[in-house]
């Protein structure tokens, strides 16, 4: 096969979406696979739906993830430039080429393309198959291409460039469907050699809708905000219509470009299911190196506790990185909690006996020096007061948690919040036991 060239061709309308960044993803992992390489153009030709800080957005998404581009703006490989409205010159010359060419006719101060009234056009696409259009169809419209104001439309403008650039491989979201035989078209006036189409049907919300950030979806930045780390997001992004079959589900960039394959792009509409995305998360979390896991939470812990310690009960249990503010609460202060959370079946406790037991506790840790989770752990299995280990770890976590599930076990806790701070925590649940309330 020839030297590959794919090209991520995002218009600078606002943030990165899932979809695009899919796109992204897919036209990256097509390049890279093949040792070919990946261009970012930026198409910012419709001045009117340009957003202010949408190209930052673009491009620091992609960094974000590893998606690196071979060639793009800032980059050039010869076939700069990559933003289309440092191109306008081009369009212009080609447009009038095309004219002479018979595909395209002025008709007043813009330019059209002229569609045969007769036969079919013809395109294969790799995941929709061969599609045969006849040329008198509606959507075969002949459609401007070049405006009055010298800016050329989405319709003549891709296709000039893709070929300016040497794109061998387009990939695009499925939309761009039904005007491919436009393209394909102008292909053929010039007496051009088409790229090989590949059109990706949407990233759905539910059945029936596309992911919209106006209906609340979140866009990567969103997602990156919420907690969830680019390697997660990318993961999961990469198998929402694309498989590489069998039953794995972690790959790394690396491993995801080596096993990309067009023919695992599904030609259905695929969900985006949050829940899946935060199981991806959570793996991708407890994958993170303890100290970097903590360094990602620090800022939303009580300050005066072990920041490290408190992240390694964490890790285990984080989904998305702001999962960790609430997970860690109960550090900064007891939430208020009912005395019947001290009756527990399986630990045979009552609030009867968690005060007998706190009591006792409360005696042996005041005379306890090494406050160690290990030291803490062998005073509560050896404790001698008529009472299981299991009933004395679980009154102890209720006491100094007022939760039921903690992340760690109670002598975790008990070693990072300190003999001053785990003794007036006993002695307050205490008082609460022996007043009932
Ligand atoms: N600028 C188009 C978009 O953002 C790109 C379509 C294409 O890849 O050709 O939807």
């Known amino acids: 096969?020839?030297?590959?060239?794919?090209?991520?061709?995002?218009?600078?309308?606002?943030?990165?979406?899932?979809?695009?960044?899919?796109?992204?993803?897919?036209?990256?992992?097509?390049a890279k696979h093949e040792g070919g390489t990946f261009i970012l153009r930026i198409e910012d030709t419709d001045q009117n739906r340009y957003v202010?800080?949408?190209?930052?957005?673009?491009?620091?998404?992609?960094?974000?993830?590893?998606?690196?581009?071979?060639?793009?703006?800032?980059?050039?490989?010869?076939?700069?430039?990559?933003?289309?409205?440092?191109?306008?010159?081009?369009?212009?010359?080609?447009?009038?080429?095309?004219?002479?060419?018979?595909?395209?006719y002025r008709d007043d101060e813009a330019i059209r393309q002229r569609?045969?009234?007769?036969?079919?056009?013809?395109?294969?696409?790799?995941?929709?198959?061969?599609?045969?259009?006849?040329?008198?169809?509606?959507?075969?419209?002949?459609g401007v291409l070049l405006k009055s104001d010298g800016l050329p439309t989405y319709n003549f403008a891709n296709v000039i460039d893709d070929h300016l650039m040497g794109i061998t491989h387009?990939?695009?979201?499925?939309?761009?469907?039904?005007?491919?035989?436009?393209?394909?078209?102008?292909?053929?006036?010039?007496?051009?050699?088409?790229?090989?189409?590949?059109?990706?049907?949407?990233?759905?919300?539910?059945?029936?809708?596309?992911?919209?950030?106006?209906?609340?979806?979140?866009?990567?930045?969103?997602?990156?905000?919420?907690?969830?780390?680019?390697?997660?997001?990318?993961?999961?992004?990469?198998?929402?219509?694309?498989?590489?079959?069998g039953e794995r589900e972690f790959y790394t960039l690396r491993e995801l470009t080596e096993a990309f394959t067009i023919s695992g792009i599904s030609k259905s509409p695929a969900l985006f299911d949050i829940v899946k995305l935060n199981y991806f998360n959570a793996h991708y979390i407890r994958e993170l190196p303890p100290e970097d896991f903590a360094a990602r939470i620090a800022?939303?812990?009580?300050?005066?506790?072990?920041?490290?310690?408190?992240?390694?009960?964490?890790?285990?249990?984080?989904?998305?990185?702001?999962?960790?503010?609430?997970?860690?609460?109960?550090?900064?202060?007891?939430?208020?909690?009912?005395?019947?959370?001290?009756?527990?079946?399986?630990?045979?406790?009552?609030?009867?006996a968690a005060l007998q037991i706190l009591v006792k506790l409360s005696t042996l840790l005041q005379s306890l020096t090494d406050w160690t989770d290990e030291a803490l752990f062998t005073l509560l299995s050896e404790a001698e007061d008529g009472f299981t280990k299991n009933a004395r770890l679980w009154v102890l976590r209720i006491a100094i948690s007022g939760l039921a599930v903690t992340p760690g076990g109670a002598t975790a806790i008990a070693a990072i919040l300190g003999k001053a701070e785990t003794l007036s925590r006993i002695t307050s649940a205490i008082g609460r036991l022996q007043n009932g309330v």
């Open 115 to 142: 569609i045969p009234r007769e036969g079919e056009t013809k395109f294969t696409d790799a995941v929709f198959g061969e599609i045969t259009v006849p040329n008198e169809s509606a959507s075969l419209d002949e």
């Open 52 to 104: 202010e800080g949408a190209l930052d957005a673009i491009f620091r998404s992609l960094d974000d993830c590893g998606i690196i581009f071979d060639e793009g703006p800032g980059k050039d490989g010869g076939f700069g430039p990559y933003v289309q409205s440092e191109r306008r010159a081009l369009y212009k010359e080609y447009a009038e080429k095309l004219i002479e060419l018979g595909g395209a």
């Open 170 to 245: 387009v990939v695009r979201g499925s939309e761009y469907l039904p005007s491919t035989p436009k393209y394909t078209l102008l292909y053929e006036a010039f007496g051009w050699e088409p790229p090989l189409y590949i059109h990706v049907s949407p990233v759905m919300r539910d059945a029936t809708h596309k992911l919209s950030k106006r209906a609340g979806d979140p866009t990567y930045e969103d997602l990156t905000a919420q907690g969830y780390l680019p390697e997660a997001i990318l993961n999961y992004v990469a198998l929402v219509g694309w498989s590489p079959g």
């Open 299 to 352: 800022s939303q812990l009580p300050a005066e506790y072990d920041a490290n310690a408190i992240a390694a009960l964490l890790q285990s249990r984080t989904e998305k990185l702001t999962d960790a503010k609430e997970l860690a609460a109960f550090f900064e202060a007891v939430p208020e909690y009912s005395l019947e959370l001290y009756r527990n079946k399986k630990a045979k406790t009552t609030p009867e």
């Open 1 to 30: 096969m020839s030297h590959i060239r794919t090209r991520f061709a995002p218009s600078p309308t606002g943030y990165m979406h899932i979809g695009n960044l899919r796109t992204a993803l897919y036209t990256y992992l097509l």
